[in-house]
């Protein structure tokens, strides 16, 4: 286990910032991610072309970031259900840093910019 910090930022200045308890997994060019909160799961999925986040539990959702291209995305909650456009303006990712900066966009309006930083605080391994 490791543990990573997890760190976003919307474009109204609403910040999140958490610590969790991750697996990481490396295989076939790509790191994976797995860990819990208290919303679900989710899994990362880290490779040269793209990222794919999935997460399952109380918020469910499903993205694929690849920079510089619009995507589809399913977002589920007890309170909502639809399906988002989501455009990754940059990617950043060096050695157990990883930046995303994309906006979400409801049928060609934008209703949410983010910038989320990803990173693992040490190697070592949580009891």
Same mark, same amino acid.
């Given at each position: *286990?490791?543990?990573?910090? #997890?760190?976003?930022?919307?474009?109204?200045?609403?910040?999140? @910032?958490?610590?969790?308890? !991750?697996?990481?997994?490396?295989?076939?060019?790509?790191?994976? $991610? =797995? $860990?819990?909160?208290?919303?679900?799961?989710? *899994? *990362? =999925? /880290?490779?040269?072309? +793209?990222?794919? #986040?999935?997460?399952?539990?109380? #918020?469910?959702?499903? &993205?694929?970031? @690849?920079?510089?291209?619009?995507?589809?995305?399913? $977002?589920?909650?007890?309170?909502?259900? !639809?399906?988002? &456009? +989501?455009?990754?303006?940059?990617?950043?990712?060096?050695?157990?840093?990883?930046?995303? $900066?994309?906006? #979400?966009?409801?049928?060609?309006?934008? /209703?949410?910019? +983010?910038? @989320?930083?990803?990173?693992?605080?040490?190697?070592? /391994?949580?009891?």
């Amino acid at each position: *286990m490791i543990k990573l910090k #997890i760190d976003s930022i919307d474009k109204f200045g609403e910040r999140t @910032i958490e610590e969790v308890e !991750a697996i990481k997994i490396e295989e076939h060019n790509s790191i994976i $991610y =797995r $860990y819990s909160n208290e919303y679900g799961k989710t *899994m *990362m =999925r /880290i490779s040269e072309k +793209l990222i794919e #986040i999935i997460r399952t539990g109380e #918020i469910e959702s499903s &993205q694929i970031i @690849i920079e510089g291209e619009t995507t589809d995305f399913i $977002y589920k909650t007890p309170y909502i259900h !639809a399906t988002f &456009q +989501l455009y990754t303006k940059k990617v950043e990712y060096k050695e157990k840093e990883l930046t995303i $900066y994309y906006s #979400i966009y409801d049928n060609n309006v934008e /209703i949410n910019k +983010l910038k @989320i930083r990803v990173r693992e605080l040490s190697n070592e /391994i949580i009891n």
